[in-house]
């Protein structure tokens, strides 16, 4: 069973700066694609920033130039630096790493979650 562990959320001023990590339970190499998804109150969960292992990064567009996704393989670990926050990033963020499994489908898997907030 893959276990995905959230740290490093919490509360931050406009303007302020936060870094997610997401330790996985297994090597990351394992995963087709990982990456970071959030929920805001009353709105659908959104991709944030995902990589594959093809190198290949996709951020949405609000968040272009101001997070960024990496990662540290040797410590199994993903991270998301979050600069420049603004309080419409305020929601629970979750990291998320998919396989695509032998039937071709895509396997899921969600940390429990890590709630931003960002207000003055």
């Known amino acids: 069973q893959v276990q995905l562990v959230e740290s490093g959320g919490g509360l931050v001023q406009p303007g302020g700066s936060l870094r997610l990590s997401c330790a996985a339970s297994?090597?990351?190499?394992?995963?087709?694609?990982m990456g970071w998804y959030r929920q805001a109150p009353g709105k659908q969960r959104e991709s944030v920033a995902t990589f594959d292992w093809g190198g290949r990064t996709n951020y949405t567009d609000s968040v272009k130039g101001r997070f960024t996704v990496s990662r540290d393989n040797a410590k199994n670990t993903v991270f998301l630096q979050m600069n420049s926050l603004k309080p419409e990033d305020t929601a629970v963020y979750y990291c998320?790493?998919?396989?695509?499994?032998?039937?071709?489908?895509?396997?899921?898997?969600w940390g429990q979650g890590t709630q931003v907030t960002v207000s003055s």
């Open positions: 297994r090597s990351v190499f394992r995963f087709n694609n």
């Open positions: 998320n790493a998919k396989t695509l499994n032998v039937g071709g489908n895509w396997d899921d898997y």
